[in-house]
């Protein structure tokens, strides 16, 4: 079977905050901000007026993606794949679906953060045409040493 996206179902929270808390203990740490809107996804992201996408292969979540609606933009945050799943394009095929979900929705852009770090993920998002935008001073994540849009 092949892997699909689908939207978020309260039933998959915990993988949701599995996936995540997975790579971010890998590369950094969990920081308050994180555990707070993991740990509720429904109550943080969905309730304000954001999107949670998975994706599942067979009955196993491999996968997810956050749209987090902070007001003047939508963030995309909280992007995730299982390590034993990496390396399978995978990532590509979700960052995919959320452009395309955003220009259904007629957004003018998509904004991020991230770390440099990240160098895999840095390169898939500036392949989907994320450029770098200057990072303001008071960001939410302690981690962020680059911000990205993409404008639609």
């Known amino acids: ?7 978020f179902d309260i ?4 993988d949701f905050y599995e996936l995540n808390v997975s ?5 950094f740490y969990v920081e308050p901000y994180d555990e707070k809107v993991l740990s509720n996804p ?7 007026g954001g999107y949670i996408f998975f994706i599942k292969l067979d ?16 963030e995309l945050s ?6 034993e799943y990496q390396g399978l394009q995978l990532g590509k095929k979700l960052i995919k ?13 998509i904004t991020l953060y991230s770390h440099r770090k990240l160098e895999t993920a840095i390169n898939l998002y500036k ?10 001073k008071d960001v939410h994540y302690e981690r962020a040493n680059i911000k990205m849009k993409l404008d639609l």
Do not use: R
């Not at 392949?127 to 303001?136: A, H, Q, R, S, Y």
């Open 42 to 48: 429904k109550e943080y992201i969905i309730d304000n």
């Open 97 to 109: 679906h959320c452009i395309s979900f955003a220009k259904e929705k007629k957004w003018n852009s």
């Open 11 to 14: 039933k998959y929270a915990k």
């Open 1 to 7: 079977m092949s892997p699909e996206i689908i939207p």
């Open 23 to 27: 790579w971010l203990e890998k590369f």
């Open 78 to 83: 909280k992007m995730a794949v299982t390590q």
């Open 127 to 136: 392949k989907v045409g994320f450029i770098e935008i200057p990072l303001e």
């Open 59 to 74: 009955s196993k979540i491999i996968g997810t993606a956050a749209f987090i609606n902070q007001k003047s933009y939508f």
